[in-house]
């Protein structure tokens, strides 16, 4: 039976990040700008390409936020279209589409390449840990960590243990956390979590209010900004997690809890299939400068 | 075509420029002092457009530790970068 290695000191941290979309990117700028080196994957090599300029842009925009610390030399990056790199690892960061059999397939590849010991965190936004801990041949390894928007700005993050997430696994991410100058809470296994199961309902319902028209996106972000103290409106947050991710997220909250406010609203649907991504897409519920798009 | 080369170089038509832009694309108008996070009420998120802005339209490049919030503030702090990294660009080279 394989050993377990022993957990990575704080300096020796090598992430293998899979997927270089929006949070991939986001994950990868926040690791690099405390000095930890990372191997992003995605198979599509122009994909790798966009996220190149976007995670140099990004590193210059948390140095100028002041989210970097200080006189710290930046992670080294590298990129491939293959899974080899997950082997050397210490962390594996998973933040494919928001899709279950996607995630489940791409789990079960990993998981037959990495050593044991080594950390695997999805960064799901809605669907329970061990639902996908069940594709890997050591489901302890699995962890949930769902990271924000944009990750490398946004300083808590919410930790979901599994049923079977192990205690090593656990210590090992605290480490990572640490290093990466990250606050966690760490919350037991259920869909959506705390964080999406109370956000995304929230939001469809912002956009219905829209869609029904009660209000404007502005005047619904300016009320919950203005009198109920939000730091950014619904509307805006929907377009900086992308409509269809909340999309994809809130179908999988409205199969697996019944809740008929987590189904999406013709609204956001529309924009979805019309390409109005959000933030990323230049337009969601409002425009975006190119600036915006890849920070 | 304008290039960065042929661009105002004094600071009042440096910030001429920038409370124009700025009023481009808030559509409200701004004072040189005016602290545009704080008081002005603009995401700092938008400082990022603004060091983007101040590179394509002065030519200059902003690195290391002039990549900080405070020197984006204001319309004058701004301008004082420009005219500053420009003077040193042009005694480097």
């Known amino acids: ?295 | 075509m304008t290039t960065p080369a042929q661009t105002p170089q004094s600071r009042g038509e440096i910030e001429a420029g920038l409370i124009a832009f700025l009023e481009g694309r808030t559509r409200v108008s701004w004072d040189e002092d005016v602290d545009l996070f704080a008081t002005g009420g603009l995401s700092s998120m938008f400082a990022m457009e603004l060091v983007v802005h101040l590179e394509q339209t002065y030519g200059v490049s902003i690195r290391g530790g002039d990549l900080k919030l405070d020197n984006f503030r204001t319309v004058r702090t701004m301008a004082g970068l420009v005219r500053r990294l420009k003077t040193d660009k042009d005694t480097d080279g």
């Open chain 1, 1 to 295: 039976m394989p050993t377990e290695a022993a957990p990575p000191r704080s300096d020796e941290h090598r992430i293998t990040v899979l997927g270089a979309g929006t949070m991939g990117a986001g994950i990868t700028s926040l690791a690099l700008g405390h000095g930890v080196p990372v191997t992003l994957v995605d198979v599509d090599q122009a994909a790798l390409d966009r996220a190149r300029a976007r995670i140099d842009h990004q590193k210059r925009v948390a140095q100028l936020m002041g989210a970097v610390p200080e006189g710290a030399a930046p992670g080294e990056l590298s990129t491939t279209t293959s899974l080899d790199s997950t082997a050397d690892a210490t962390v594996v960061v998973e933040a494919v589409t928001e899709q279950y059999d996607l995630k489940s397939v791409l789990l079960t590849e990993v998981g037959a390449r990495t050593k044991p010991g080594t950390v695997l965190i999805t960064n799901t936004s809605s669907i329970p840990v061990d639902d996908l801990a069940g594709y890997l041949a050591r489901p302890g390894e699995l962890v949930g960590t769902h990271f924000m928007n944009p990750p490398y700005l946004i300083r808590t993050v919410e930790v979901v243990q599994g049923p079977r997430t192990s205690q090593h696994v656990l210590d090992v991410l605290d480490d990572l956390l640490r290093t990466l100058r990250r606050e966690s809470v760490v919350v037991s296994d259920a869909p959506g979590f705390v964080t999406s199961r109370l956000l995304h309902p929230m939001i469809n319902d912002a956009a219905r209010v829209v869609q029904e028209g009660t209000a404007s996106a502005e005047d619904v972000d300016v009320l919950m900004v203005g009198c109920l103290g939000h730091r950014t409106g619904p509307l805006r947050t929907a377009d900086m997690i992308g409509l269809d991710n909340l999309v994809d997220s809130l179908w999988v909250l409205h199969e697996r809890t019944g809740d008929e406010r987590c189904r999406p609203c013709d609204l956001l649907l529309k924009k979805v299939e019309a390409g109005d991504h959000g933030r990323k897409s230049g337009r969601g519920f409002f425009t975006y400068e190119r600036t915006e798009q890849l920070s």
